[in-house]
């Protein structure tokens, strides 16, 4: 979630459920993951909330106890989060816990309606823990040094924590009633099971006796906690069957003690209601602002208004996507690949939402390697973009992807071309021109671009998928070079996408491996990678196709590629879904798994569709791929061999391949076909 205008577009935040994914122990649902977008900002890691029960002496806790739990958006296109979770005693008697969390539009800021229904009346007391997460400007090391304090208003109690660079500030407050102040608070130190600092966690779930020793501050790597008491006569809700009680959490966010503070007391003076209103209708502003759903079929409509949704809620304010607000294994996603940009670009103006994708090729012409650079491997990198970015601007990864060179041409000139607008041409002519020089220095003196990483970002070599980007990109530069009265530049990239075009089935097509006849990975490729890239069939190579257009649909190579899209080594077994190339590694376990990839299968379906081997592979898609959804109705990276969610929930490439299909089974033709020649 995040707000698709206003104050809170900086802020993202993720809810996660435990109980859709079999390789966890727990069963619930929370808040976690809530950030700046940067993956150096985390505000907070999670939010838990928690019940006493004095008479039978158990603490339980939303995450960890939690026999059943649901979340959902408040619908396809607004983003509100709803959390269930069901806690059951040791008696039998349970308590049922909904939130539901919006992001302010009017100012930095979260607030949360918290509910708690129980079987029956008697005494209890709800806590609310938060691991927080305000790291330091070191993005590999991600410092945790951060002070908390609680300030006691005259109306309200607040606690306050800041990194130490003391530039970023997130305060927590709640309500019941007419009251703000909290029943017992700590401020812990993550960790420490005794002691004056010992962690939040530690004082009210592990001692779980009720009570909290509260203290006022403290400095490190920080939990903090408060509570609510419920006497057992108390019910907010007369209606209910058991006793409820309602309650708001805010955070407030803000770059100094007093701000966050006044955005967290804000949101409680609005209150949930306002709030919730001012979200849905600028997220119901900015769907209206877009074309119409492509289809009436209510099934497709909901999954390609759903991407959208999650596309626009990945942008950040600093106008591009991150790849996915989730961490596989030790790694975070919320980086910006220049690559992933691109087809979210695509999917974008297919969508007719010009201003984020215009916003998304203005942040590339922004990070673009504009002077003399170096890399590892002593290539000089002007003109072209590093492998993925912090949302900052700074570089992460830094290896040289050809679609990450040539695709940004390709962005700019559908960005053009979509919109017959000279002035986009102008705005981003310089950037695609740099890049174009470059590629135009990359010809290996034989007609073909020099080796370079494959798109997965595992192999050297002359990969098939970098190299036709790469000739995309020429295409794309000749039709603008000559628009702009460059002809000598447009011919010099027209003649070598031509040639290296003529030689493309020569360095990417491979016959009688293993799996048979078919483009591969890479030819070429370095290292001892088993199976080998330049003897394996691979996804990526239908991208030949779509969106770079340099193979035709007739391409008997490429026809052979997609027939073999169905053999049980590549694809999942019990559902139609291909991967990434046979015995791939990049799974859960880190050893192959049957399964396939969404994206991958989008691409083969677009070939299967325009080369005639299935007239209805896309129309299948868009419906079978529905069955591949997150919790959140979202598509993920990785689904198992039945079609189960795997691994990495919500990757905007998947999405964004989902709205490119749709769109393109609507007009009948694929959208955003590269130039031919």
């Not at 169905?566 to 399964?595: F, I, K, L, M, N």
């Amino acid at each position: 979630m995040s707000t698709p205008s206003g104050d809170s577009q900086h802020t993202m935040v993720t809810a996660n459920s435990y109980a859709d994914n079999p390789r966890s122990e727990w069963n619930g649902a929370l808040i976690e993951e809530t950030s700046a977008f940067r993956s150096d900002v985390e505000l907070f890691y999670n939010l838990h909330t928690l019940v006493w029960d004095p008479e039978l002496g158990q603490t339980l806790d939303s995450r960890n106890d939690a026999v059943t739990s649901t979340v959902d958006w408040h619908s396809k296109r607004v983003p509100e989060i709803h959390l269930t979770n069901t806690l059951r005693f040791a008696d039998g008697t349970e308590a049922e816990l909904s939130q539901r969390t919006v992001a302010s539009i009017d100012c930095p800021g979260l607030l949360l309606h918290n509910e708690a229904s129980f079987d029956d009346a008697r005494e209890r007391t709800l806590f609310t823990i938060s691991k927080l997460g305000i790291t330091a400007h070191d993005h590999e090391h991600h410092i945790t040094e951060q002070t908390a304090t609680v300030h006691h208003e005259a109306d309200c109690d607040v606690i306050v924590a800041h990194d130490d660079e003391d530039d970023r500030y997130i305060a927590f407050a709640q309500q019941r009633g007419g009251s703000r102040r909290f029943d017992g608070h700590r401020v812990g130190v993550a960790g420490d099971a005794d002691g004056p600092d010992r962690s939040a966690w530690s004082e009210i779930y592990e001692d779980n006796d009720g009570w909290i020793d509260s203290n006022e501050t403290a400095t490190g790597d920080l939990d903090i906690g408060f509570g609510l008491y419920c006497g057992d006569a108390e019910d907010d809700d007369t209606d209910a069957d058991g006793p409820t009680v309602e309650w708001l959490t805010a955070v407030g966010f803000g770059y100094s003690e007093a701000d966050a503070i006044a955005n967290a007391r804000d949101l409680l003076d609005s209150g949930y209601n306002a709030e919730l209103s001012a979200f849905i209708e600028a997220w119901e502003e900015w769907h209206d602002g877009i074309t119409e759903t492509p289809t009436d079929d209510q099934t497709v409509t909901d999954l390609y208004e759903r991407s959208l949704t999650s596309i626009k809620t990945a942008q950040d304010g600093c106008c591009a996507t991150i790849a996915g607000a989730f961490k596989p294994h030790d790694m975070t996603y919320k980086f910006i690949w220049p690559r992933d940009q691109v087809i979210i670009v695509q999917a974008l103006l297919a969508a007719g939402a010009v201003e984020e994708a215009e916003l998304a090729v203005g942040w590339l012409s922004g990070v673009q390697i504009t002077e003399e650079t170096y890399d590892d491997r002593g290539i000089d990198r002007r003109g072209t973009w590093w492998q993925n970015y912090y949302t900052t601007g700074e570089s992460h990864w830094r290896a040289l992807q050809l679609d990450q060179v040539g695709g940004p041409i390709y962005a700019h000139w559908l960005l053009w071309d979509e919109t017959d607008d000279d002035s986009y041409l102008d705005a981003y002519y310089e950037m695609s021109k740099r890049a174009a020089e470059f590629l135009l220095d990359w010809d290996n003196g034989w007609g073909f671009p020099k080796p370079h990483q494959d798109p997965w970002e595992e192999v050297w070599g002359h990969t098939t998928e970098g190299s036709a980007a790469a000739i995309a990109g020429l295409r794309c530069m000749a039709e603008m070079a000559e628009t702009k009265g460059e002809t000598d530049f447009a011919a010099e990239c027209r003649e070598t996408a031509e040639t290296w075009a003529d030689n493309f089935e020569q360095y990417c097509f491979k016959e009688n491996t293993l799996y048979g006849s078919h483009y591969v990975t890479a030819d070429k490729p370095e290292g001892n990678i088993h199976p080998a890239p330049d003897a394996r069939p691979d996804a990526a190579a239908f991208m030949a196709y779509w969106p770079w257009n340099v193979v035709d649909a007739d391409d008997e190579a490429l026809i052979e590629t997609a027939e073999l899209a169905d053999d049980p080594r590549w694809r999942a077994d019990s559902t139609p879904c291909v991967g990434r190339y046979p015995a791939d590694t990049y799974t859960p376990s880190g050893a192959p798994e049957d399964g396939g990839w969404p994206l991958c299968e989008a691409y083969a379906d677009m070939v299967r569709w325009q080369t005639g081997i299935d007239d209805d592979a896309v129309a299948d898609h868009l419906q079978e791929s529905t069955e591949w959804t997150t919790t959140a109705g979202l598509l993920p990276e990785r689904v198992d061999g039945d079609g189960t969610v795997s691994w990495n929930s919500n990757l905007q490439w998947s999405q964004a391949m989902y709205v490119l299909l749709a769109e393109s089974h609507a007009r009948g033709e694929p959208f955003g076909l590269a130039p031919s020649e």
